[in-house]
């Protein structure tokens, strides 16, 4: 069971973990020992903890992201993050451990990775797994205890139970083209008419795009390879009423490479054309 106390706290149950974490973003947040403060003005601010100002790098911006503890526990865990305020990714996920009259900053997730996809709070430690591979596929985990920092490699799946037709679909209406790579539900999908090669490919391809769209019994989505967009792009479809999959590759002075016998569908031969380079 979870629960939010007044503070803003979150607790769980012994063993609980937080799946596809939700993070804030607040200036003041409230522990159960004591208040966390983003201090000073940009371009140079810092964080202050139950009165004690954190050994952290000065920046551009801080943001406390949130507080998690086991109900009954004797301390809490506070991340907060910065940002340099440019346009390259900024530093990872900063940890401190709250404690009555005692606060430990216990180290800093790597700058440029992805989201965290979950977050457990353990007896004896806190545990980040955090992307490292743009289909959610690969994962780091970082574990914070008394003997520090420590990190270990891990992965999901690449394919999952295929996703069906219907619902499956046109759930992704609205959603950038690259966002179903990341559900391994598609990724099985498309298994049934391209390697796992290619569709890493075919999201290489899917950078700068515009969202998703259905047209008739087809949901659809295009795009463009980041930096190179007159060079290289792709295109899938997803037929709503039985779920077959259709993918396009689009190569400057080639031909498309069409993928799936239901690529040929009006529809998507339409889509083809429209997105061909």
């Known amino acids: 069971m979870i629960r ?26 409230q522990t159960r020992f004591g208040a966390a403060s983003v201090v000073g003005a940009r371009p140079s601010q810092s ?33 907060a993050t910065h940002h340099h305020g440019g346009n390259m990714c900024g530093p990872g ?91 391994a539900g598609e990724r099985a999908r498309f298994l049934s008419i391209l390697t796992e090669d290619q569709i890493r490919d075919l999201s290489d391809r899917i950078g700068p795009a515009n969202s998703v769209v259905q047209r008739g019994d087809w949901v659809l989505g295009a795009g463009c390879m980041a930096h190179a967009c007159n060079l290289s792009a792709g295109a899938w479809g997803i037929r709503i009423s039985d779920g077959a999959p259709a993918a396009a590759f689009f190569d400057q002075g080639r031909a498309p490479e069409v993928y799936g016998p239901a690529a040929y569908d009006p529809v998507f031969a339409a889509w083809i054309m429209e997105n061909r380079l």
């Not at 063993?15 to 947040?29: E, L």
């Not at 100002?53 to 506070?78: F, K, N, R, T």
């Open 4 to 29: 939010i106390l007044c503070a803003g706290l979150v607790t769980l149950a012994a063993g609980a973990a937080s799946a596809d974490v939700s993070f804030g973003s607040h200036d003041q947040y």
């Open 47 to 79: 964080l202050v903890v139950l009165g004690a100002p954190m050994p952290v790098e000065l920046d551009y911006m801080w943001e406390i992201l949130g507080a998690w503890a086991l109900e009954g526990s004797d301390h809490d865990w506070l991340l």
């Open 93 to 183: 996920i900063t940890v401190i451990r709250v404690a009555e009259g005692t606060v430990q900053l216990m180290g800093e997730t790597e700058a440029c990775e992805g989201a965290v996809t979950d977050l457990r709070v353990l007896p004896d430690a806190l545990e980040l797994d955090i992307f490292a591979d743009g289909l959610r596929q690969e994962f780091t985990t970082y574990r914070f205890s008394a003997e520090g920092m420590t990190t270990a490699p891990g992965a999901a799946p690449f394919a999952g139970q295929p996703a069906g037709p219907g619902a499956d679909a046109t759930r992704w209406v609205g959603e950038h083209p690259f966002s179903i790579f990341r559900d």
